[in-house]
Nanobody
Framework: QVQLVESGGGLVQAGGSLRLSCAASGRTFSSYVMGWFRQAPGKEREFVAT????????YYADSVKGRFTISRNNAKNTVSLQMNSLKPEDTAVYYC????????????????????WGQGTQVTVSS
């Protein structure tokens, strides 16, 4: 069982940066693939980024590639999303998600692949 709590959201001007964090409970955090998803008003939740439990493999949505960076600290049970060059279209509630995984290289982009979700943190980018 894993409980996830996101933090770091807020209001920022276009072109600015924010760093989201997700704190996870549980002793086996290092065996979980982690992902970030987002949901804008009136839209479906979409994939943003994912990282394997080893941290060796990452994958990004095309819309954030080159601007966002996902990372993890297994010793501190945290995963982060550094968001640079933010755009108004990045405005959304951002969710952290986790899935237990036996392979140290696996990662997932589908929402249905994740078992655990945080409550979300709001990111608003003004133009």
């Amino acid at each position: 069982q894993v409980q996830l709590v996101e933090s770091g959201g807020g209001l920022v001007q276009a072109g600015g940066s924010l760093r989201l964090s997700c704190a996870a409970s549980g002793r086996t955090f290092s065996s979980y693939v982690m992902g970030w998803f987002r949901q804008a008003p009136g839209k479906e939740r979409e994939f943003v980024a994912t990282i394997s439990w080893s941290g060796q493999n990452t994958y990004y949505a095309d819309s954030v590639k080159g601007r966002f960076t996902i990372s993890r600290n297994n010793a501190k049970n945290t995963v982060s999303l550094q968001m640079n060059s933010l755009k108004p279209e990045d405005t959304a509630v951002y969710y952290c998600a986790a899935r237990w995984e036996g392979s140290d290289s696996a990662y997932y982009t589908s929402q249905g692949s994740y078992n655990y979700w945080g409550q979300g943190t709001q990111v608003t980018v003004s133009s």
